[in-house]
Every structure is written in structure tokens, then in C-alpha cells.
């Protein structure tokens, strides 16, 4: 699976702001990192709107998290951006495979599908932002590097 562009922009402004303090406008998140402006803007209106940030309106206004960093998966993060995670096109959210019987590796791509949402279910946005930095996460099983 591809993650998109705009997955990949969230994540990487949703990572600098669970480790800022106060609000952060999408103007500074895309000087700091080099994002066009309109898509980030378009990125965190969907985050809004899935309930992940909030807008604070007016001078010294800017987003804050809606929910914790540890509770928000990555998933959830992905799905607010993109819609549901598929690994293929013709493979449903819900696991229908398009093509029917005629497609030979229906089972093993539901299953590889299932176990992926899994994954990146149960990797919070907080242990992301840790295997970003050499952390352990009990959701990868890595070993903490010092």
C-alpha cells in the first residue's frame, strides 16, 4: 500500500504539533516543512472534520489536537485524509473484492488487508512520532536504540 501525499502531510503536521506547545497555524507548518499551503489547508479541514484537531478563529488563532496523541491511530489518521484504507483498488474497506470469483488472490489480499488496518489501528500517532525518533514501540516490537 502507497500511503498518499496527503496522508504523509498530515502525519508529518500532526507529528510537529503533538511536539509543540500551543496552537499551530497550517501557514507555519508549511514554511516549516515545504508543503503547498492550499493542500495542507485542505488536509486539516478534513482532520476537523473527523473530530482529530480544532481551529481556534481570529489573532493567535491556529489548530490544537481534539484528541490525544495516544489515542489517535494512525488509521483514523489516514481515513480522515483519504477515506478507507484498501491495498488495491477493487478490494472494499469491508473486504469484497470487486472482480468475484474470478480473482485468484481474493483471500490472501482480504487477509493482508484485515492485518494492515490492524496495524496501523493499533499504532498510536504517540508511538509513531517515537519509532520516528529511534523509540521502542510495543506496536512494531522494536527494541528501544540508544
Do not use: N
Not at 508529518?12 to 497550517?26: C, E, P, Q, R
Not at 514554511?31 to 481556534?56: N, W, Y
Not at 495516544?70 to 483514523?76: N, P, V
Not at 484504507?85 to 484485515?114: F, K, N, Y
Request: hydrophobic share 40%; with cysteine.
Amino acid at each position: 500500500m502507497r500511503i498518499t501525499k496527503d496522508v504523509e502531510y498530515a502525519l508529518i503536521a500532526l507529528a510537529a504539533m503533538a511536539k509543540a506547545s500551543g496552537l499551530t497555524t497550517t501557514a507555519e507548518l508549511a514554511e516549516r516543512f515545504e508543503i503547498p499551503l492550499f493542500r495542507l489547508r485542505k488536509v486539516f479541514q478534513r482532520l476537523q472534520r473527523a473530530g482529530i484537531v480544532t481551529s481556534v478563529q481570529g489573532a493567535g488563532g491556529g489548530y490544537a489536537f481534539a484528541r490525544s496523541p495516544e489515542t489517535l491511530s494512525i488509521a483514523e489518521v489516514a481515513e480522515a485524509v483519504h477515506g478507507p484504507v484498501r491495498l488495491v483498488p477493487c478490494l472494499t474497506a469491508d473486504g469484497v473484492c470487486e472482480s468475484g470469483a474470478r480473482c485468484t488472490i481474493r483471500r490472501p489480499m482480504r487477509d493482508l488487508q484485515s492485518e494492515w488496518v490492524r496495524f496501523l489501528s493499533s499504532l498510536s500517532l504517540r508511538e509513531f512520532i517515537g519509532v520516528r525518533r529511534g523509540r521502542a514501540s510495543p506496536a512494531l516490537g522494536r527494541k528501544e536504540k540508544r
